[in-house]
């Protein structure tokens, strides 16, 4: 043992669904072993930290829009009227949704 190159040690702990995951993994990668595996997994891979607020943000103004449609829809439906304000909301509202989205395109394509 003295003349092994790896001489740390590193334990975890699974539960059942886990493991299987994990062995799941470890096949379809081609690895020799599970400590092979988690080498290749950890030295080899980049890791990316995704900072979701903005999809998180999208989502929020999203259902803003649709309780905003909803509501113009249940006056057109009671009164019959569809006024040019709630249009140019709508319209307004679609605007700034195409404008995140295409903030989240840019991010993305960075």
């Keep these: 043992m003295a003349n092994r190159k790896r001489k740390r040690r590193i334990a975890i702990n699974l539960n059942e669904d886990e493991k299987a995951l994990f062995e799941s993994r470890k096949e379809k ?6 400590a092979h595996f988690i080498r290749k ?18 989502q929020e ?3 803003g829009m649709t309780d905003y ?3 113009v829809a249940k006056q057109i439906n009671q009164t019959g009227i569809f006024y040019k ?3 140019v909301q709508m ?4 605007d700034e949704l195409k404008k995140k989205v295409g903030d989240v ?6």
């Design 69 to 71: 449609y909803n509501q």
């Design 61 to 63: 103004y999203l259902k």
């Design 85 to 87: 304000k709630d249009i």
């Design 29 to 34: 990668s081609g690895a020799k072993s599970m």
């Design 105 to 110: 395109h840019d991010i993305l394509r960075k």
């Design 91 to 94: 319209r307004a509202m679609m």
């Design 41 to 58: 997994t950890v030295l080899e891979k980049e890791i990316y930290e995704v900072d979701l607020s903005y999809l998180f943000e999208i």
